[in-house]
């Protein structure tokens, strides 16, 4: 393979990049795969001497890392808003996310789920997670659904609502489902393999 070829190679590859970060439902990740791609593609650019090209490219890159500064820095403010299944505004976001909870959670019913434990976290006013669950043995709760909107998966919703739940008496959260996607978001929010569960203690 000439170095032609390889540089044209180069340049689909940050194109490519480019278009798979408007893929993106977080918008951490679309920043970071864009700045990536836009970087790549910029310096593609400089190669072939096509500058407009390549400074339209850098300012999208030093965009991108000024917005991601700018989201890593951001307080968020949540608040916890505790409720019953059945309840209007459950029903509405269950409804309203039916197809990315079911990309997580294959097997969630549709209908009833039995919980007799509701929150839902909210980040100034705007949905952010949902957690359902079943009380077991007075002090654990087993877990329905854990949920987070695009926009708050970063842990941050687990972090404010895991130590609200505590002060409530809970002191397990046991997860009984096989979900690959949400095993990857378990581990990284501490819950620890047991007895083919995952188990965080509060």
């Known amino acids: 393979m000439d170095n032609a070829m390889m540089i044209e190679l180069f340049g689909y590859l940050g194109s490519l990049l480019v278009v798979i970060s408007m893929l993106m ?3 951490m990740k679309l920043r970071i795969i864009n700045t990536i791609g836009a970087g790549i593609f910029s310096l593609y650019a400089l190669i072939i001497q096509s500058y407009p090209t390549a400074l339209m490219n850098t300012c999208l890159v030093l965009i991108n890392i000024y917005n991601l500064i700018r989201l890593s820095r951001k307080e968020r403010h949540y608040d916890l808003v505790e409720g019953k ?3 209007p505004l459950l029903h509405y976001l269950l409804h309203y996310y039916r197809e ?3 990309k997580y959670f294959p097997g969630f ?3 009833a789920t039995g919980a007799d434990i509701v929150c839902i976290v909210c980040a100034d006013a705007v949905p952010a997670g949902i957690l359902l669950g079943k009380m ?4 654990a709760v087993e877990i329905i659904l854990d949920y987070s909107t695009p926009a708050y998966r970063d842990c941050s919703v687990g972090a404010y609502l895991y130590p ?4 409530k008496g809970i002191r397990r959260l046991v997860y009984t489902g096989k979900e690959k996607k949400h095993i990857s978001y378990l581990k990284n929010a501490g819950f620890m393999p047991e007895n083919e569960n995952y188990v965080k203690l509060l």
Do not use: K, W
């Open 136 to 139: 077991r043995n007075g002090d």
């Open 85 to 87: 299944e059945g309840e």
């Open 100 to 102: 990315d909870i079911i």
């Open 109 to 111: 019913p549709q209908e």
């Open 164 to 167: 609200r739940l505590s002060e």
């Open 25 to 27: 439902t977080s918008v």
